[in-house]
Nanobody, 117 residues
Framework: DLVESGGGLVQAGGSLRLSCVAS????????MGWFRQAPGKEREGISS????????VYADSVKGRFTISRDNAKNTAYLQMNSLKPEDTAVYYC????????????WGQGTQVTVSS
């Protein structure tokens, strides 16, 4: 299971940190990703972090503002979101995939992030 937390309502320019706690899987062997879906829009992959070398990838829409990290000792992935914009408003999901897989196998229930202007 993956359980997200940390969403909420914030003003534009503010910050939030999302957490994703994993259970029931060997966390250190899984690539962790963050996705979001706004109303009426397709789901967007915004960031991922490798299981071995902690290499990270960001979508252009969040590059320079969001930071993904992980703490394998706590089975937790994080998404630090700074300089938030109204267009960042969405339900944010964390997901996990086996390090050699292309598909995400585990998904959280999502946490709402709302950025007011």
């Amino acid at each position: 299971d993956l359980v997200e937390s940390g969403g909420g309502l914030v003003q534009a320019g503010g910050s939030l940190r999302l957490s994703c706690v994993a259970s029931g899987l060997p966390f250190k062997d899984y690539v962790m990703g963050w996705f979001r879906q706004a109303p009426g829009k397709e789901r967007e992959g915004i960031s991922s972090i490798n299981s071995d070398d902690d290499a990270t990838v960001y979508a252009d829409s969040v590059k320079g503002r969001f930071t993904i990290s992980r703490d394998n000792a706590k089975n937790t992935a994080y998404l630090q979101m700074n300089s938030l914009k109204p267009e960042d408003t969405a339900v944010y999901y964390c997901a996990a995939r086996w390090w050699s897989s292309y598909d995400y196998d585990y998904w959280g229930q999502g946490t709402q992030v709302t950025v007011s202007s």
